[in-house]
């Protein structure tokens, strides 16, 4: 959902470029983007419903990896959490620099992120954040914090509050997640130091009393 996310239109161009790595040319990559702004370009693998399931090898992930890289400066990829259980899923976040870990407090979402963080546990040359989606009020999830962490075996770094007015309101289509809602903004700047190492100046308004 990442074309309702950022407003934009998305296409089949990743499955193409993967599917063919071979054509991978600066012309290729640039037709191929989405341009979300002036820095970043987005990559979208859309299929019709009806489409033959698609994946990728990996010798072809590692090659548009490389292109990427190559032609810009950050490379970020959003990795279902089902293409972990394969061996192209796990090597793309394994020889990330950074990986984020997105856990729900659901039993199958916490099982599922304990078996990765354990897999990645000798990676000490990259750095694992794990960010808790709230996806249920506190009174209304038998879960807590320090259950996930204590399941984990490892700090959460980010906590996600549970806000279903910002998420799903209609205004929020198209926009990013961190405008609109002080506590989300708060977590996302978090997450954002940890990512870059840099302070995320939040902007104050002071004003006098009786203006």
């Known amino acids: 959902d990442l074309d ?15 599917q063919y790595p071979e054509r991978l040319d600066p012309l290729v990559f640039e037709r191929s983007g989405i341009s979300v702004s002036a820095k970043h370009t987005l990559f979208t693998g859309y299929l019709p419903l009806d489409a033959t399931p698609f994946w990728p090898q ?3 992930l590692d090659q548009f990896t490389k292109f990427c890289l190559q032609n810009s400066d950050y490379l970020l990829v959003d990795i279902p959490t ?13 020889s990330a620099d950074i990986r984020v870990i997105v856990v729900e407090p659901t039993l199958g979402s916490i099982r599922n ?6 897999r990645l546990q000798n990676q000490a040359d990259s750095q694992t954040l794990v960010v808790l989606n709230h996806t249920k009020s ?10 996930v962490k204590k399941s984990l075996g490892v700090p959460v770094d980010v906590l996600i509050p549970f806000s279903p ?9 198209g926009q990013p997640a961190h405008k609109g809602n002080r506590k989300v903004k708060v977590a996302f700047n978090a997450l954002v130091e940890l990512i870059t190492g840099e302070s995320q100046q939040s902007s104050r308004r002071f004003w006098k009393r009786g203006a």
């Open 4 to 18: 309702l996310l950022l407003n934009v239109e998305g296409n089949s161009a990743l499955i193409e470029l993967l």
């Open 58 to 60: 990996k010798s072809a």
């Open 82 to 94: 089902y293409s972990l259980r394969d061996q192209v899923g796990f090597d793309a976040l394994k």
């Open 113 to 118: 992120a304990g078996q990765i963080i354990k």
């Open 138 to 147: 506190d009174s209304g999830s038998m879960i807590s914090v320090n259950d």
């Open 165 to 173: 007015n910002h998420f799903l309101s209609k205004s929020s289509l």
